[in-house]
């Protein structure tokens, strides 16, 4: 069965994001709201969603600004804006800072739905087929592949079970090395390290690892396919 596509709304205004969340799960699916720019910026770089809808302003905070900075994140869903601003600068600015569309309020649902399945369409046609995570320990793509070792395919494992989602030094070392009844967690930051180094240049995957601070480790970008995801190996 094929899991509802996920979409987020980023709006202040309750009524306009409460008849959009119930719109769209009209039409298949699972819609996400936030109501503030600094927890929305976080949720973008989630690569799990299929696109965003975004006011040009959020309370006090710019939806224009968002929209660049989770660009400059590496966000890389179709992005949506919605305004009352219809002048051709405003929509200029919008587009300019990385959205993929501008829609003027008031407007037509079915034209928003429309315009929403043309920009996912579009990413999907351009989408990279995401990297090979195999039962051999191997993590390929259709141009290069590399061999892991059995710790560095675990590591790797659970990281894209949970893409976007931070893990931190002490989830990994109790799923992954406290079995062992030895060590220290600082043996998570070496594991991290040596997969660094062998998916280097990151680009050549299209994910890479990121450290967020007090945080943890999360998967950033496109994560690999998985064998439990249905691949043969």
Known sequence: MTSAPRLLIVDDDPEITSALARGLALHGYAVETLNRAESALIELRDPGYSAAIIDVMIGPDSGIDLVRAARAAGARMPILMLSALSEVEDRAAGLEAGADDYIVKPFSFDELT?????????????????????????????????ALTDREYALLDLLARHPGTPLSRGEIFDALWASDGSGSENVVDVYVGYLRKKLSPASDFGFEIKTLRNRGFCLDGLPPRLPHQGLTT
């Open 114 to 146: 429309a315009r929403l399945k043309v920009q996912e369409s579009r990413a999907a046609a351009t989408r990279p087929a995401p990297a090979r995570l195999s039962a051999d320990r191997t993590l390929s793509t259709d141009t290069r592949s590399v």
